[in-house]
C-alpha cells in the first residue's frame, strides 16, 4: 500500500494532471447529481422503464456518433481549447434545460436539448484522455488513470447522494443549475492548464477524411491485446449500463422506493474505490485472470440479487459488481495508452468512448426489454448468467497473450539485464525497460567503422558490448582532440538526443565490436516518461564539457 501511495504522489506532483482531475471531479459531481434527479424526474412523470432508456439513449446515441469526429477534431486542433470550448456550449444548453424544467416543460422539448448536451460534451472525453499522457509521464500512467478511476468512484457515490437530497427538496431544477455551473467551474480549470498537445491530424492533410478518421481503428487492429481489451471493457460497460434501469426497479424491490436508486449507485461506486489499490498493481502483470475475475465480480452479482431482499446486502452486491467494473477499466485503458501512437491517441480514445456508448445503449434497451417481457428476477437471471459466459467464452485471447508476453520477457531478460546496469536507465521503470529492451538493434562492426560523425543528425544511441572505440572532436577550437576511449559497458550518442543538437563528436571502432543501437524514438520515450537519471544528465554533461565548454555551462533540460 505504500507503494501505491507514493505512485499516487508521483502522478499528483504533476501541476496539469492534478487540474484534470479536479476539472472531471467537479464536473462529474454535477453531471451524476443531474443523471440521477433525471432519470427520477422521468420516472415520475411516465412511469415506464423505457422512458428512461430513451433519455439515457438521447445521451448516449449522440455520442457514440460523434466520437470519430469528436477524436478527430481532438488531434486536429490544440486540446485544451476543444475542452473549453465543449464546457462552455454545454453551459449554455444545461442552462436551457433547467429552465425548462422548471416549467414542467413537455419531455420531448427536454429530450430534444438533452440530446443537444450530449454534442456539447462529447469532444471533452477524448481530447482530455489524449492530454494526460503528455500531462504524466508513463511510468505514473497506471497510477493516474487508476487514481482517476478512484476519482470517477467517489464521484458516484458523492453525486447520486448529492442526487438523492435534492429529489428530498422536490425540485430538481436545483441538480439542473448545479450541472450548468460545474460546467462553468470546469472551463475556469481548463483555462488554468499550460500543457500545449496536439496530435497528427493536421500532418495527415494530404489523407482523405475516411482515412483520418479511421486512423484510430487501425492503429488499435495492430495491437491484438489491446483490442481484446477494449471489447472486455465494452462488455463490462454494457453490464454497468443494466443498472441505470435496474436499480429504480431493484430500490422498489428492496422497499426503498425510487430515491433507494441514489444507494445501489453509491455501492456500486464504493467497489471501485476499493479496488483502487489493486488496479494499480495489475496494470503490470498478466491480464486474463484480472479481466476474468473483474468481470466475474460484474456479473455473478446479477444472479446473487434474485434472493435479495433486503437494501443492506442488495447495496454490498454492487460493492462487489464495482469493484469488477474498475478493474476492467483500468487495465483496459493503461493499455492503450501504453501501446497506441500518441498521434492517433485522441481519435483511438474517440473509438473507445463510441463503443462505451454502443454498449451502454444496448445494455439499457436490452434490459427494458427483458423487464417488460418478464419480471425483475428472470431479468437479473439472464444477465448474469449471460455476461458470465460471454466473460468465460472470450478469455482465451488473453491467456494466449499472457504466454506470449511471459516468453518474450523471458527471451528479453538478458538485455533487460544489460539495460538495469546502466546507470543511464537507472530511474526507469520495468515497463519501459522491456518496451527498451524490444528495440535493441544488434550491430556487429568492424575495425575503423564510423558509428557516430561530428557535425550529423543525432538518430540513436549505442551501447558498447564487446570491443572498444576511440572518441575525436574538434569542438569549439576547431582543433581535433582524442577523448578518452570507451569499452565494453559504456554508451555514447546520448548527447546530441538530449540536448537536440548535432552530433558532438565522431565515434570509431578500434577492433571487431558488437553493439546495441537504440534508435532516437523509443530512448526519448523511455527517458521522458521516467525521467532521466541524475548520473545520465551529469555524464552527458561531463562529456560534453570536453568538446563544447559553452554548451556545457546551459542548463541540461529536462528529459
Not at 445521451?59 to 475542452?83: C, F, N, Q
Not at 454497468?240 to 444507494?263: D, I, K, N, R
Amino acid at each position: 500500500m505504500a507503494g501505491d501511495r507514493a505512485s499516487y504522489r508521483d502522478a499528483l506532483r504533476q501541476r496539469d494532471y492534478r487540474l484534470l482531475i479536479t476539472a472531471f471531479l467537479i464536473d462529474s459531481v454535477g453531471g451524476w447529481a443531474y443523471n440521477v434527479v433525471l432519470i427520477v424526474y422521468v420516472f415520475d412523470r411516465t412511469g415506464s422503464p423505457t422512458w428512461i432508456s430513451v433519455f439515457l439513449a438521447a445521451s448516449w446515441v449522440p455520442k457514440m456518433l460523434l466520437a470519430p469526429y469528436a477524436g478527430l477534431l481532438a488531434d486536429r486542433h490544440e486540446r485544451t481549447r476543444i475542452m473549453l470550448a465543449s464546457a462552455l456550449s454545454a453551459l449554455a444548453v444545461m442552462g436551457a434545460i433547467a429552465a425548462l424544467v422548471y416549467v414542467d416543460a413537455p419531455l420531448l422539448l427536454i429530450l430534444l436539448l438533452a440530446i443537444a448536451l450530449a454534442v456539447c460534451v462529447t469532444p471533452y472525453n477524448p481530447a482530455a484522455q489524449a492530454l494526460l499522457i503528455d500531462a504524466v509521464g508513463e511510468k505514473d500512467l497506471p497510477a493516474a488513470n487508476a487514481l482517476f478511476l478512484t476519482v470517477e468512484s467517489l464521484v458516484i457515490v458523492i453525486g447520486p447522494a448529492i442526487g438523492g437530497l435534492l429529489l428530498l427538496t422536490g425540485e430538481p431544477v436545483t441538480a439542473m443549475a448545479l450541472n450548468a455551473l460545474t460546467f462553468l467551474v470546469t472551463a475556469l480549470i481548463v483555462i488554468r492548464i499550460q500543457t500545449r498537445s496536439r496530435g497528427g491530424a493536421l500532418e495527415e492533410a494530404s489523407e482523405s477524411r475516411v482515412r483520418q478518421l479511421t486512423a484510430g481503428l487501425r492503429a488499435l487492429r495492430s495491437e491484438p491485446v489491446a483490442t481484446v481489451l477494449v471489447l472486455y471493457c465494452l462488455l463490462c460497460t454494457a453490464a454497468a449500463a443494466t443498472t441505470s434501469v435496474l436499480y429504480v426497479q431493484l430500490s422498489q424491490q428492496f422497499g426503498t422506493g425510487t430515491e433507494g436508486y441514489s444507494y445501489l449507485l453509491a455501492g456500486f461506486a464504493l467497489g471501485g474505490v476499493a479496488s483502487a489499490s489493486v488496479t494499480n498493481r495489475l496494470a503490470a502483470g498478466r491480464l486474463a485472470a484480472p479481466v476474468l475475475a473483474g468481470m466475474l465480480l460484474l456479473s455473478l452479482p446479477f444472479i446473487v440479487t434474485i434472493w435479495v431482499e433486503g437494501p443492506i446486502l442488495g447495496t454490498l452486491l454492487q460493492v462487489l459488481a464495482g469493484a469488477g467494473m474498475v478493474i476492467v477499466d483500468v487495465l483496459a485503458i493503461t493499455a492503450l495508452q501504453r501501446q497506441m501512437p500518441r498521434a492517433v491517441m485522441s481519435r483511438v480514445f474517440a473509438l473507445l468512448d463510441a463503443g462505451v456508448y454502443a454498449a451502454s445503449i444496448v445494455g439499457s434497451f436490452v434490459t427494458a426489454a427483458l423487464l417488460g417481457a418478464t419480471d425483475v428476477r428472470t431479468t437479473l437471471l439472464v444477465l448474469g448468467l449471460g455476461f458470465s459466459a460471454l466473460s468465460i467464452a472470450g478469455i482465451r485471447p488473453l491467456v494466449l497473450a499472457d504466454r506470449r508476453s511471459v516468453n518474450a520477457v523471458a527471451a528479453l531478460q538478458p538485455r533487460i539485464a544489460l539495460l538495469q546496469q546502466l546507470d543511464l536507465f537507472a530511474v526507469l521503470p520495468r515497463t519501459a525497460l522491456e518496451e527498451l529492451a524490444r528495440s535493441l538493434a544488434e550491430v556487429q562492426a568492424e575495425p575503423g567503422e564510423v558509428l557516430i560523425r561530428e557535425g550529423a543528425d543525432a538518430d540513436a544511441l549505442w551501447i558498447l558490448l564487446t570491443g572498444q572505440v576511440e572518441v575525436l572532436s574538434q569542438g569549439e577550437s576547431r582543433h581535433p582532440q582524442q577523448l578518452p576511449s570507451l569499452g565494453p559497458g559504456s554508451y555514447f550518442g546520448e548527447i546530441g538526443l538530449l540536448r537536440g543538437v548535432p552530433r558532438t563528436a565522431t565515434v570509431r571502432t578500434t577492433e571487431p565490436s558488437t553493439l546495441y543501437r537504440v534508435a532516437a524514438e523509443p530512448f526519448l520515450e523511455a527517458v521522458q516518461g521516467g525521467r532521466a537519471s541524475s548520473s545520465l544528465l551529469a555524464i552527458a554533461n561531463t562529456r560534453l564539457a570536453r568538446s563544447h565548454p559553452r554548451l556545457s555551462t546551459e542548463s541540461m533540460p529536462a528529459a
